[in-house]
């Protein structure tokens, strides 16, 4: 089983849709939770990092329900710009695996005129 | 401020060959993690670099190996290349080894043909 799992999609929407990312992970006890964009074949840069109370940064909101172990990314008004792949990220916060992420195969999001 | 910075951008190489790969941390950063992206898929933990040392290792065979310098850079070395090895390999930097907040070079995409 995947530590990380994500559907890998493609979304394809219009602009100004709201568009929604789930993200569920294997391991109860993970500490840290991430969503990383990540343009064509460039480097994964962070989107933002996802806390138990939720948080937004301009169109984008985090969440993350540990109860049911999944994180989410909702981008509202959507536009071209958006286009990308989305990864989510996990860190288990563990001794052993301290400062190491694991990551989903990422959610592919186009962004149509 | 430089960032992460990699080298060389792209390689090709044949089965059974060995390739090194380069990484300069960002400035102020002094560990090193490396991760493997094949197409289609999220990046996978190879090993982290920390105070000269592997301090974690991800499910990857042997022929992968790697070292860190004394001013924090690392390289990335595999042996007897396999078609499956292609995918572009990350580095990561960050202030240290329970850092969860990466940031990645724009990475090496390698072709084993």
């Known amino acids: 089983r995947k530590e990380v799992e994500q559907d890998p999609g493609p979304f394809n929407v219009p602009e100004g849709a709201t568009v929604a990312f789930n993200c569920t992970y294997s391991n109860s006890a993970s500490q840290s939770f991430f969503w990383y964009r990540q343009d064509c074949r460039k480097e994964p840069k962070l989107l933002m990092s996802?806390?138990?109370s939720g948080n937004e940064d301009g169109r984008f909101t985090a969440q993350l329900n540990r109860a049911s172990q999944y994180i989410s990314l909702l981008i509202r008004d959507s536009k071209l710009s958006d286009s990308a792949t989305y990864l989510c990220?996990?860190?288990?916060?563990?001794?052993?695996?301290?400062?190491?992420?694991?990551f989903g195969r990422g959610t592919q999001l186009t962004v149509w005129p | 401020d430089a960032g992460v910075t990699q080298s060389p951008t792209h390689l090709i190489k044949t089965r059974g060959q060995q390739v090194t790969l380069r990484c300069s941390p960002k400035s102020g950063h002094d560990t090193v993690s490396w991760y493997q992206q094949a197409l289609g898929q999220g990046p996978q933990f190879i090993f982290q670099?920390?105070?000269?040392?592997?301090?974690q290792r991800g499910n990857f065979p042997d022929r992968f190996s790697g070292h860190q310098f004394p001013n924090y850079s690392s390289e990335l070395n595999v042996n007897a290349l396999l078609l499956g090895d292609s995918a572009l390999y990350l580095c990561a930097s960050s202030l240290d080894r329970v850092q969860e907040k990466l940031f990645f070079g724009s990475g090496t995409q390698l072709s084993v043909l």
């Open positions: 670099y920390y105070e000269e040392e592997e301090r």
């Open positions: 996802v806390y138990s």
């Open positions: 990220a996990v860190n288990e916060g563990r001794g052993s695996t301290l400062g190491r992420l694991y």
